[in-house]
């Protein structure tokens, strides 16, 4: 039983032609019946209709067999129709694409039923019902008014629904097919609720169980029908010729037989037969029957009663099975395979479309290219490392005291290494290097980086990935992000194989680091040089001069002339010539002999120094006339030579002197032949010459005033060395911590420890000494606690900052203004295709609004609705939208690896290497899909009614 309390509807509320369409309606219906809605035109009886079954709204409170709705809640109450309610109305609302199965099956799937057996059971029953079986196959576009009005009523029959709403359903026939009409819907009342509208009084009166009266929206009467009545049947299109006047005439076998409804007139014709075929005329006007949509009838026409129709209609729903309706999870693969089936009926109009909606995905793939650039910036070009400090300063007003502090933060842990800045500009640090891979002799794969090459010890602490530290300045440490691009590009199964394949100038890769960068990390010592710092014996490199040695009883001698040196032997020297055609005076010319006389002795010692070169009274080498033995003269003492020889791998200008006596390197004053000015020297890193002297006394230095300096100086350890050099610009003054003596070694070059002007200290005292010496800017850091050392550098007058976040800044700053029209076009582009999208969803919709209307009217819900458009939205966006997305990324990543040409439009980096087209993927889909569906939301929040009204279905 369906039961209204107080209903009420208004069109135009609060203005001057306010229309009370339903005024305060209060109605209690039966469960059975057919009960007819009567009143004049604008009554508000469709309207009435309408609300109570579902398909418009009004306030009130309607009760469904004690399912009680206040005011209207469309979820809720599509949900209660769909399962209850089947609709009739006066415009069919069949889909006339579809044929008649098709519509009926559509009706079953709204409702779950999607089981072809349970379909095709159901729909045979309904369409024999109604008499329509045999055009089950037939477009129901094709069919008359009568029969689609049947086919309208089979789809509710197919529901098994409690209550049809039947509005107007022979409004569009005639007489004939408004009776067979009237006569189903008077059967299916028997057990089910009938309520109809209609503005026939006499169909209502004839086939009505009970008659409810509206005028003006309020409801005037209920009343029970007037059945006793006859029905006036009387079809325009039949002839009853027993109620009209006949003539008959039967002439020379020719018959003919007249009817009238009055007095025949006077006729002639004229009958004429040729080849078969007759002809005729007439003096009045005639038409063939069979030409007309006239039907005889050999009957008088006589009035209809209910009881010649009460048995006429077969239908049972028994048999019908409501335990095949399905899950949703069907229901939406059903969804697909109609988007599928909908998207691939290629029409022109949808070609046009299409061909937009991939351009639109080329635009979106151009867009994801602007929008990394603008979210992600290009970073190629800062520094990994997170942990690098620059710190600038004027050198000569804080530069020894900036040198002290940063000496004790090293020592502290406080700061892991210190280099010199290369540039002021720090972003030079920055290089371009090529590895190289030879595969075979036909095929080498290199793969060119610009990346940071920075000591080691930045990231020692981090440990190896792999491989092992660097221990000479021909090996260096990768990053682990540089090792996988290597891996990737080379083709690699492991880092191992990078160590043994790759080639590179910069030396060879012997570990990688745990540090996730792309860094080069080189031995500690090599940074100064890697960097393309100033070595400061670089201009003596080739000088040759006087060298001493101590004795070494393990080298080669090969005495010519004497003996060799004994562990007794004090105040002696052991004379080492050689083969070198460079000599300051010629003496390789006895290279060459086993032994050498007193006379050659004579000669070669008395020619060595043919120049007036030194600046001392006696010679350095000569012969004592007293003693009549040869004699080197260091200045201070006179040293007996006891031998001659020559000893594999030692080269010079000049002769060399090798001693086991100490005080002979700390008595000799002389170096070149001239006396060693001790105010000027040359600073070196003693870890990189360690192999070439012997400590005679002290220590190595550990902090950056102190040094170790030759033995021949003549300073004591403990005294300070003080040097103003006028040619370096550079003014210290040094603790001397250690002296040394020059050991031989076959395997380094030992020249440069005999040069004049040296001092040794430690590796960051020679940094600090490149740095003041090239009035440098300053110095990066590794810092491990800025705090720290912000506190140990005090108030001294310096710049520090991070060298990564500076370079980002940097980028930050200039990418600024491009930024903002980045952004400009990324949102004017994206304006274009939300609008165009937004548009073309509200065009399809529009051009599918009968459909929409139809499927509302007759029960489905709007998440159905909402379901299908999103499935086609998905449909259409991955075979256009994605494809040109796609497509464009896929050509611009080629040309991106192969042309190298799009860093000047799209930065420097390859976007495919960022998740942002990735996620570009998924925001197409949603932006496809929320402004698609905006449209289809706007019209679903109308009722199925308000739909039909306004665009007129």
């Known amino acids: 039983m369906i039961k209204t309390t107080d209903l009420n509807k208004y069109y135009l509320k609060g203005r001057q032609n306010e229309i009370h369409v339903i005024n305060d309606c209060n109605l209690e219906?039966?469960?059975?019946?057919?009960?007819?809605?009567?009143?004049?035109?604008?009554?508000?009886?469709?309207?009435?209709?309408?609300?109570?079954?579902?398909?418009?709204?009004?306030?009130?409170?309607?009760?469904?067999?004690?399912?009680?709705?206040?005011?209207?809640?469309?979820?809720?109450?599509?949900?209660?129709?769909?399962?209850?309610?089947?609709?009739?109305?006066?415009?069919?609302?069949?889909?006339?694409?579809?044929?008649?199965?098709?519509?009926?099956?559509?009706?079953?799937?709204?409702?779950?039923?999607?089981?072809?057996?349970?379909?095709?059971?159901?729909?045979?029953?309904?369409?024999?019902?109604?008499?329509?079986?045999?055009?089950?196959?037939?477009?129901?576009?094709?069919?008359?008014?009568?029969?689609?009005?049947?086919?309208?009523?089979?789809?509710?029959?197919?529901?098994?629904?409690?209550?049809?709403?039947?509005?107007?359903?022979?409004?569009?026939?005639?007489?004939?097919?408004?009776?067979?009409?009237?006569?189903?819907?008077?059967?299916?009342?028997?057990?089910?609720?009938?309520l109809l509208v209609t503005h026939d009084k006499q169909l209502a009166e004839f086939y009505s169980t009970k008659i409810i009266e509206l005028t003006d929206g309020k409801i005037t009467n209920i009343r029970e029908a007037n059945n006793n009545i006859s029905l006036q049947n009387k079809d325009e299109n039949k002839i009853y010729l027993k109620d009209l006047n006949q003539v008959t005439s039967n002439d020379n076998g020719i018959k003919t037989v007249a009817f009238s409804e009055g007095e025949l007139p006077n006729i002639n014709i004229t009958l004429v037969e040729k080849n078969g075929t007759f002809y005729i005329k007439s003096n009045v006007k005639i038409k063939s029957l069979d030409e007309s949509n006239l039907m005889l009838i050999d009957d008088h026409y006589h009035e209809t009663t209910v009881e010649e129709y009460k048995d006429k209609l077969d239908y049972d729903t028994e048999s019908f099975d409501d335990s095949h309706k399905s899950k949703n999870f069907k229901k939406i693969f059903i969804v697909i395979k109609d988007g599928l089936k909908n998207f691939f009926k290629v029409r022109k109009r949808t070609k046009a479309f299409r061909f937009i909606f991939i351009l639109l995905g080329i635009i979106l793939g151009y867009m994801a290219v602007l929008a990394t650039q603008y979210i992600k910036r290009d970073y190629s070009s800062v520094l990994d490392d997170k942990a690098v400090y620059s710190l600038r300063y004027d050198v000569d007003r804080v530069g020894g005291q900036i040198s002290s502090k940063l000496d004790e933060a090293y020592n502290n842990g406080v700061v892991k290494s210190i280099d010199r800045n290369p540039y002021y500009d720090f972003r030079n640090f920055k290089d371009s290097y090529e590895f190289i891979y030879y595969k075979n002799v036909y095929e080498t794969v290199s793969y060119s980086v610009s990346t940071f090459c920075i000591s080691y010890d930045v990231v020692k602490d981090s440990g190896l990935k792999s491989g092992r530290e660097p221990k000479n300045s021909d090996e260096i440490v990768i990053g682990k992000k540089l090792a996988n691009k290597l891996v990737k590009k080379m083709k690699f199964d492991s880092?191992?194989?990078?160590?043994?394949?790759?080639?590179?100038?910069?030396?060879?890769?012997?570990?990688?680091?745990?540090?996730?960068?792309?860094?080069?990390?080189?031995?500690?010592?090599?940074?100064?040089?890697?960097?393309?710092?100033?070595?400061?014996?670089?201009?003596?490199?080739?000088?040759?001069?006087?060298?001493?040695?101590?004795?070494?009883?393990?080298?080669?001698?090969?005495?010519?002339?004497?003996?060799?040196?004994?562990?007794?032997?004090?105040?002696?020297?052991?004379?080492?010539?050689?083969?070198?055609n460079n000599h300051m005076v010629t003496i390789d010319e006895y290279y060459y002999k086993e032994t050498l006389t007193d006379e050659e002795?004579?000669?070669?010692?008395?020619?060595?120094?043919?120049?007036?070169?030194?600046?001392?009274?006696?010679?350095?080498?000569?012969?004592?006339?007293?003693?009549?033995?040869?004699?080197?003269?260091?200045?201070?003492?006179?040293?007996?030579?006891?031998?001659?020889?020559?000893?594999?791998?030692?080269?010079?200008?000049?002769?060399?002197?090798?001693?086991?006596?100490?005080?002979?390197?700390?008595?000799?004053?002389?170096?070149?032949?001239?006396?060693?000015?001790?105010?000027?020297?040359?600073v070196l890193p003693y870890s990189k010459y360690s192999n070439k002297f012997e400590l005679v006394d002290g220590s190595l230095p550990t902090n950056i005033n102190e040094c170790i300096v030759p033995a021949y100086y003549g300073i004591k350890v403990g005294e300070q060395y003080k040097s103003s050099s006028s040619s370096i610009n550079y003014n210290k003054t040094y603790t001397v911590s250690g002296v040394f003596v020059p050991t031989y070694n076959s395997n380094v070059d030992n020249t440069s420890l005999y040069n004049d002007y040296k001092v040794y200290v430690t590796d960051l005292d020679y940094k600090f000494f490149q740095i003041e010496y090239n009035n440098n800017y300053g110095v990066y850091l590794t810092v491990t606690d800025i705090d720290e050392l912000k506190t140990i550098l005090g108030d001294l007058d310096y710049e520090l900052f991070n060298v990564r976040q500076s370079m980002i800044d940097d980028i930050e700053k200039d990418a600024k203004s491009d930024n903002f029209k980045t952004l400009i076009t990324i949102l004017v582009l994206l304006g274009v295709v939300l609008i165009y999208i937004y548009f073309t969803m509200r065009s399809k919709l529009i051009h599918d609004i009968y459909e929409i209307g139809v499927l509302r009217n007759i029960g489905a819900s709007t998440k159905s609705i909402y379901s299908k458009y999103l499935i086609e939205i998905i449909i259409t966006t991955l075979f256009t939208t994605m494809l040109g997305y796609l497509g464009f990324l896929i050509v611009y990543n080629f040309i991106y690896h192969k042309a190298k040409i799009i860093g000047s439009l799209f930065g420097s980096y390859s976007v495919l290497e960022t998740p942002y087209p990735y996620i570009g993927i998924l925001i197409i889909f949603l932006l496809n899909i929320l402004v698609g569906l905006i449209p289809v939301f706007m019209l679903l929040r109308k009722t199925p009614k308000e739909i039909s009204s306004k665009y007129d279905i």
């Open 29 to 194: 219906l039966p469960d059975t019946g057919l009960v007819t809605i009567l009143g004049e035109s604008g009554s508000g009886k469709t309207t009435l209709l309408n609300v109570i079954g579902g398909l418009d709204r009004a306030k009130g409170q309607i009760d469904y067999d004690g399912k009680v709705f206040n005011g209207y809640k469309m979820n809720a109450i599509d949900k209660y129709r769909r399962e209850n309610f089947g609709y009739i109305f006066q415009n069919y609302n069949i889909l006339p694409e579809l044929t008649i199965i098709e519509n009926l099956a559509t009706a079953l799937e709204i409702v779950g039923i999607i089981d072809k057996e349970e379909q095709d059971k159901r729909i045979k029953i309904a369409l024999n019902a109604v008499g329509l079986y045999k055009f089950r196959k037939k477009p129901a576009g094709k069919l008359s008014g009568g029969q689609m009005q049947r086919v309208a009523i089979a789809r509710a029959l197919v529901k098994k629904c409690k209550i049809l709403i039947a509005d107007e359903p022979t409004g569009n026939l005639d007489s004939t097919n408004s009776i067979e009409i009237m006569n189903i819907l008077k059967k299916i009342s028997e057990t089910t609720l009938v």
């Open 495 to 580: 880092y191992e194989d990078i160590f043994d394949s790759i080639d590179m100038d910069l030396g060879k890769i012997v570990g990688v680091s745990n540090s996730n960068t792309s860094t080069v990390y080189l031995y500690a010592d090599t940074t100064s040089e890697g960097f393309g710092w100033f070595s400061a014996d670089a201009y003596q490199e080739n000088t040759r001069g006087m060298e001493y040695f101590l004795y070494d009883s393990n080298l080669n001698y090969k005495t010519m002339y004497g003996r060799t040196l004994n562990s007794d032997d004090t105040k002696s020297v052991y004379l080492v010539i050689s083969d070198n």
């Open 601 to 682: 002795v004579d000669t070669m010692i008395t020619n060595m120094f043919v120049w007036n070169y030194f600046d001392v009274q006696d010679s350095i080498l000569y012969k004592d006339s007293e003693t009549n033995e040869y004699m080197y003269n260091t200045g201070t003492n006179k040293y007996k030579v006891v031998g001659i020889g020559k000893v594999d791998g030692i080269d010079g200008n000049f002769p060399s002197i090798v001693t086991n006596d100490i005080n002979f390197f700390y008595d000799n004053e002389f170096h070149y032949g001239s006396k060693i000015n001790k105010e000027y020297y040359e």
